[in-house]
């Protein structure tokens, strides 16, 4: 059984980066498409960005292109996302998703705070 932990999180100021880290157990996620998801206080989940099972990243969120980036390494079994030039938009709880064929598995999530 896959299990997914996220980790990373804490809390940047303004301007502030972070690498987020999507760590599978149990089994490889090499053939697993993965996204990272996030959900500010009061607001519904949205998708940030996806990279594929053959490793293409076809979506980033509009407001995170250029600053967020996502790449998978696999000798860690980890899928990374890399967050660059934070503000308090991006603050809120980060989840991964990895997804192959019928089977869905989420991860607990970590907590993102951009604040001054």
């Known amino acids: 059984q896959l299990q997914l932990e996220e980790s990373g999180g804490g809390l940047v100021q303004p301007g502030g980066s972070l690498r987020l880290s999507c760590t599978a157990s149990g089994s490889r996620l090499d053939k697993h498409a993965i996204s990272w998801y996030r959900q500010a206080p009061g607001k519904m989940r949205e998708l940030v960005g996806h990279?594929?099972?053959?490793?293409?990243?076809?979506f980033y969120l509009n407001s995170v292109k250029g600053r967020f980036s996502i790449s998978r390494d696999k000798a860690k079994n980890t899928v990374n996302l890399q967050m660059n030039s934070l503000n308090a938009d991006d603050t809120g709880v980060y989840f991964c998703?990895?997804?192959?064929?019928?089977?869905?598995?989420w991860g607990q999530g970590t907590q993102v705070t951009v604040s001054s």
């Open positions: 998703n990895a997804r192959r064929a019928t089977s869905e598995y």
């Open positions: 990279i594929t099972s053959t490793d293409v990243v076809n």
